[in-house]
């Protein structure tokens, strides 16, 4: 029962576990939700930002910075498009495996509230079968050793019985001589009181008959009688003569002879002889038929008492039979559930393999995404770069094309150049806030510059920006796979768990084989030799593990 309490507390740890991974998975799900709507924004200022208007003018450089705009937002669209469907399936694929698993956590507990059900009814059923064993041993003990003191008395009467009628022993010289002689005397007094016993049945059954017939012939010779002075008719006064006659008759014959059988005929003498010798038989033979039918009820008495104990050791040796044939049944269902569990166990684990190597795919997928991504933003900044290269060109050659068109000398080509120059760096020195626009064509030229260079900072703090959100990205996606890792290690380990605790549940189920393995590791030590350390360590641990009493484990510490 300690074993499936355990079990159960280690199923709701890993059940609790489940859970906090669902919720720490939410919190990187929403936080990556919160930083696509940050990029998503930042993406819009951008956008924003390179629609900006500009003089009327410029057409070429309108329709440039339009094209950048649409070819930014495209593959925005596209990559924030690609992230948010991978996201949405991964989280799809993580919330149906957490549903999973609450399953088949939930079908796990209730398959081991069954089973400690099944345990505490195994539990007391044992407990009863061993109280009714126990009950049968005593009886069994009470009976043997009453047949065994009636067996004793029966051969020491026998014995004394013997003594008396037989002489007493010579004494003999040697103590060997008398224990040989008392030996050899108590055999024969055995055998020819077993042979005694066997005559005394044999005349007993012999009697038993004798007397059956004689009560037939006693019953007979009643009925005859009956049935003789039924017919004798005789009347008062020839019954009175003859009375008369023969009491005087008797007393003369007793005057002449003192033998009152010599007063009877002869044939009538020989019967009444006869008789009377039947008659002192029959009271000799009463009395030894009276003992013997004694003894005989007394032993009828105790077989039928035996026989009643027998019957009821029978009958009950038969519900117990019937008890182990149910235990038997109920340990083979508890095997085959203990083998669907292992089976099931197994498809579990074969899952766990092939959302691993899923998820292995998932990364890969997404790292070649990733690098199809890093060199498309490569090649949008080289295009952004030669834009940016061809709108100087641009603007170089309008700013040729607006200036005078009459020929001047080198100098004051150079002297207007440095004029330009310094112009250029006193504009760049103006607030970002003055958005009013010149009239000079030289100093519109150089507000655009700075507006330019000003949008360039801007799209390069922006570029920022989203570099530190796909940092921020990429290290909660990290964290959350390693959680991930983790977790699926944690499984790991609770599968194991739930693995060694089943085959703990099935060692523990089979006593009889451990009862078994436990005798053959205590004539194991008995029939070692002396170990040296290390056996006894290694003996001790499995004395340990078999649950070996002190007394045997305190044999590996003598040897």
């Avoid at 009863?128 to 065994?148: N, T, V, W």
């Avoid at 012939?217 to 008369?244: G, I, T």
Wanted: with cysteine.
């Amino acid at each position: 029962m300690g074993s499936v309490e355990k079990l159960t507390s280690d199923l709701q740890a890993e059940r609790q576990k489940l859970a906090l991974y669902e919720k720490n998975l939410r919190v990187a799900v929403e936080s990556c939700k919160a930083l696509k709507a940050e990029k998503e924004n930042l993406a819009n200022i951008i956008a924003g930002f390179a629609c900006a208007e500009v003089k009327p003018g410029s057409t070429d450089i309108n329709d440039l910075k339009q094209k950048t705009a649409l070819l930014t937002k495209e593959f925005q669209s596209k990559e924030n498009a690609f992230h948010v469907a991978e996201l949405e399936q991964k989280l799809r694929k993580e919330m149906s495996m957490t549903r999973k698993y609450e399953q088949r956590l939930q079908q796990l507990e209730n398959q081991l509230k069954s089973n400690s059900n099944s345990d505490n009814k195994m539990e007391l059923a044992n407990k009863q079968l061993e109280a009714e064993r126990e009950q049968f041993k005593k009886l069994y003990e009470d009976a043997h050793g009453r047949s065994i003191f009636l067996e004793r008395k029966f051969a020491s009467l026998q014995l004394d019985q013997k003594r008396d009628e037989e002489e007493a022993p010579k004494k003999l010289s040697s103590a060997t001589m008398e224990d040989d002689a008392k030996i050899s005397k108590l055999e024969s007094q055995i055998m020819s009181l077993s042979q005694r016993c066997d005559a005394k049945e044999e005349e007993i059954s012999e009697l038993s008959s004798i007397i059956a017939t004689l009560r037939g012939e006693n019953m007979h010779l009643k009925e005859s009688l009956e049935h003789v002075e039924k017919k004798r008719s005789m009347s008062p006064v020839d019954e009175f003569w003859f009375r008369d006659g023969m009491s005087e008759e008797y007393e003369k014959f007793k005057k002449d002879n003192q033998n009152p059988l010599e007063f009877c005929c002869p044939t009538l003498r020989d019967d009444v002889l006869v008789l009377i010798e039947k008659a002192v038989q029959d009271n000799a033979k009463s009395d030894q038929v009276k003992n013997q039918q004694l003894q005989i009820t007394n032993l009828e008495r105790t077989i039928r008492v035996l026989n009643d104990k027998i019957n009821c050791n029978d009958s009950f040796r038969s519900d117990i039979e019937k008890k182990f044939e149910k235990m038997e049944e109920d340990i083979s269902q508890r095997d085959n559930e203990i083998s669907i569990q292992k089976e099931e166990v197994s498809r579990i684990k074969d899952s766990l393999r092939l959302e691993k190597s899923k998820r292995n795919e998932l990364e890969e997928e997404v790292l070649r995404q990733r690098r199809c991504a890093q060199e498309e933003i490569e090649s949008r900044d080289q295009e952004i770069e030669a834009f940016r290269k061809m709108l100087v060109t641009l603007r170089h050659e309008k700013m040729e094309r607006s200036q005078n068109p009459r020929k001047i000398s080198r100098h004051n080509r150079s002297s207007t150049h440095d004029e330009d120059a310094a112009a250029r760096r006193r504009s760049r020195t103006f607030s970002q806030d003055d958005t009013t626009v010149p009239n000079d064509p030289d100093s519109k030229n150089v507000y655009y510059e700075n507006q330019l260079t000003k949008k360039e900072f801007d799209i390069q703090e922006l570029r920022k920006q989203l570099m530190d959100v796909e940092i921020r990205l990429r290290e909660n996606e990290s964290v959350s796979m390693s959680r991930q890792l983790e977790s699926v290690a944690r499984n790991e380990e609770m599968t194991e768990k739930v693995r060694v605790l089943e085959g703990k549940l099935q060692m523990l189920s089979c006593t009889s084989e451990i009862d078994y393995l436990r005798n053959i590791f205590t004539q194991f030590l008995h029939s070692m030799g002396s170990p040296n350390a290390a056996s006894k360590s290694i003996l001790k641990a499995m004395g340990s593990v078999l649950k070996v009493p002190m007394a045997e484990m305190k044999v590996i510490d003598k040897k």
